[in-house]
């Protein structure tokens, strides 16, 4: 199985939650105790492990904020 490492730009996060909802194994998830400076929800990576590196989420993101590097 691929791997994948997802990096966050997160004061362009809107914390929209689309990349949680697209993520096809469901190691993000809107952190609702930390906010970026325009008062946005952040997304956490909550098991990066399990990244396969599809670039789902980095697709679906309105806002560009998340870069996916393939590790292998
Ligand atoms: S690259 Fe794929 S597996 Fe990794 S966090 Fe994004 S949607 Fe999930
Ligand atoms: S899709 Fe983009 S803007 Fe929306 S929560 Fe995820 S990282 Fe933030």
């Not at 952190?31 to 670039?55: E, F, M, S």
């Amino acid at each position: 199985m691929a791997k994948g490492r997802v990096t966050f730009d997160y004061e362009l996060c809107k914390g929209c939650n689309l990349c949680v909802e697209f993520c096809p194994v469901k190691i993000l998830e809107l952190d609702k105790t930390q906010t970026n400076k325009k008062g946005y929800n952040i997304v956490n990576v909550i098991d990066p492990d399990k990244c396969i590196g599809c670039a789902f989420c980095a697709m679906m993101c309105p806002d560009s904020v998340i870069t996916v590097e393939r590790l292998k």
